[in-house]
């Protein structure tokens, strides 16, 4: 039987937002993100206090006109006024990275919440999808499905928009859930996105 799959997450519509960026790399590089995910300063990604992780935005810098669409994946900026945290990639997209900060836009790209309502067969009600990350790198998003495999967790990559690649585990019964998520949490992945199926 197919059934509509739902996300946990609050929906994005229409959202905006504008204020001041900033840029941080060097000492964080290589450090893990609040995601679980190791940062990368040479990725396109941004911290923000409150989008989901794996949420895509458009961030446009307004003193000059220049774009950038990133990954969030990371909390922050903790800094009065300041709105996003780009990586040291992202500033050098819209040539930022000199002033430290600048003034911005973003605008939603994807939300996780709502890119993929579609319909799937799964083998009997209850069924959830485990959403592990999005990856702006296809082959970052099969290294993680690569080890979780080898921990003998059935992960597979899924398309979404902007060309981002999901890890997910998919079909796992509400009797297993429990377990798969020990599993995940002492491999590091601790806040996985459930998406439940009604």
Not at 153 to 167: M, N, P, Q, S, Y
């Amino acid at each position: 039987m197919a059934l509509t799959f739902l996300f946990l997450l609050p929906p994005l519509f229409g959202f905006s937002e504008s204020g001041q960026a900033s840029w941080y790399g060097g000492k964080f590089h290589g450090r893990t993100t609040a995601s679980g995910e190791t940062f990368d300063t040479n990725a396109l990604t941004a911290a923000h206090k409150t989008l989901p992780f794996g949420t895509v935005v458009e961030v446009t810098n307004l003193d000059n006109g220049r774009a950038v669409t990133v990954r969030i994946n990371d909390r922050g900026p903790f800094v009065e006024g300041r709105i996003i945290d780009l990586s040291r990639a992202a500033a050098e997209k819209i040539d930022m990275v000199g002033t430290g900060v600048a003034r911005v836009e973003i605008h939603l790209v994807e939300n996780p919440g709502e890119a993929l309502m579609a319909h799937r067969e799964v083998p009997a009600e209850g069924t959830v999808i485990l959403q592990i990350g999005s990856y702006g790198v296809l082959n970052n998003a099969r290294a993680i499905r690569d080890r979780l495999a080898e921990s003998g967790l059935r992960a597979e990559l899924e398309e979404a928009a902007a060309g981002i690649t999901r890890v997910i585990i998919p079909d796992v019964t509400e009797a297993d859930l429990p377990g798969v998520l020990r599993k995940l949490e002492i491999l590091g992945f601790s806040r996985p996105l459930i998406r439940r199926f009604r």
